[in-house]
């Protein structure tokens, strides 16, 4: 049965050889990962199949608490973001909140074009279209489609990490324990995170050295130094 015929049972085949692989790698894993999670990272990205955070950021299960949405949209009106950051901010006590956007966006693309795209998604975008809107001239600068798709998902990061530092539960973190609020964009081309410098690094000067936030998983590290953030392998 190849993974095209039936990409489900693939899906599930695979689960099974991933989890015998990680049970006998380390017997630990999964008995610790049953008993509770304290991840550091609370990563805000889009649904596209080829941005999964953990995976790209080299970590493991239970080290980034996820919500993902078309176009990682942050709107202050939507309760399933808010309820996301709450509790992730509020209760688990992560130490990153991280927005990421990505170079092919279908979104940023969806948001550049005149035609509607119908139903449900036409609302949603209308964030993105605000972008769009109070940077027509910039983007209408721009001549080649790819490069202006990835300067509004750039504007797109901005614009959400602007509404993160507006949220209340963001604000009393960053006061009373220093939380980290990051904008960043993911180049499906080259793997790569690349840090824009919005949110509370805004302006710090990246460090090669020093000491700095480490998060941990069981084959690497992440470690943010001010405005940008390295992975070592372990």
């Known amino acids: 049965m190849s993974h095209q015929s039936d990409a489900f049972a693939y899906a599930l085949s695979s689960n099974q050889a991933w989890a015998g692989y990680k049970a006998h790698?380390?017997?630990?894993?999964?008995?610790?990962?049953?008993?509770?999670q304290a991840p550091q990272i609370l990563w805000l990205g889009c649904?596209?199949?080829r941005c999964p955070e953990t995976t790209i950021l080299g970590l493991q299960p239970g080290d980034v608490f996820v919500h993902r949405n078309i176009?990682?949209?942050?709107?202050?009106?939507?309760?399933?973001?808010?309820?996301?950051?709450?509790?992730s901010v509020a209760h688990l006590k992560v130490k990153h909140v991280v927005l990421c956007g990505h170079s092919a966006c279908g979104g940023a693309a969806a948001a550049l074009g005149d035609g509607r795209v119908g139903g449900v998604l036409d609302t949603w975008l209308l964030p993105l279209k605000a972008v769009r809107s109070a940077n027509q001239e910039e983007l209408s600068a721009i001549t080649d489609d790819k490069a202006r798709i990835l300067r509004i998902a750039e504007m797109n990061v901005?614009?959400?990490v602007k509404v993160l530092m507006s949220n209340m539960t963001i604000q009393e973190a960053i006061q009373e324990r220093g939380l980290q609020v990051h904008g960043v964009l993911f180049d499906i081309g080259s793997g790569k995170v690349r840090d824009l410098g919005f949110g509370t690094s805004k302006g710090a000067e990246k460090s090669a050295t020093g000491d700095g936030e480490v998060v941990k998983g069981n084959h690497g590290k992440l470690v943010f130094r001010g405005a940008s953030a390295s992975i070592a392998v372990q």
Do not use: C
């Open 71 to 87: 176009a990682n949209i942050i709107s202050p009106t939507d309760i399933n973001t808010s309820a996301v950051i709450e509790y």
């Open 47 to 49: 649904s596209d199949s």
């Open 25 to 36: 790698q380390n017997p630990d894993f999964f008995p610790k990962l049953a008993s509770g």
């Open 158 to 160: 901005e614009a959400g």
